[in-house]
Nanobody
């Protein structure tokens, strides 16, 4: 059974940091692009950041550039999201996802594998 499991969410004050992890099991995703999406209350799910299979190319939502950093360790089948300088607008459920191909896209339909989500809450 293929699973993606997020961890690391929580409550943090404005300006704080969190590090999310996404551990995959059931198969390797070393040849798949992966990404982080988020969904805030009352809003649609949005693409936040993605990383190609080769751990070289990354793509960020403009709003998080310079604050969030994505990385992956294919030897551990794990992806990470370091979030710094958090703002209340970053409050959402964060989902990790694995794409069909090797190149990142920002379309959720291209990601057949999803985690259950982890809540990130940033207080003002």
């Amino acid at each position: 059974q293929v699973q993606l499991v997020e961890s690391g969410g929580g409550l943090v004050q404005t300006g704080g940091s969190l590090r999310l992890s996404c551990a995959a099991s059931g198969r390797t995703f070393s040849r798949n692009a992966m990404g982080w999406f988020r969904q805030a209350p009352g809003k649609e799910r949005e693409f936040v950041v993605g990383i190609d299979w080769n751990n070289i190319s990354t793509y960020y939502l403009e709003f998080v550039k310079g604050r969030f950093t994505i990385s992956r360790d294919n030897t551990k089948n794990t992806m990470y999201l370091q979030m710094n300088s958090l703002k209340p607008e970053d409050t959402a459920v964060y989902y990790c996802a694995a794409a069909r191909g090797v190149v990142v896209t920002n379309h959720g339909d291209n990601y057949p594998y999803w985690g259950q989500g982890t809540q990130v809450t940033v207080s003002s």
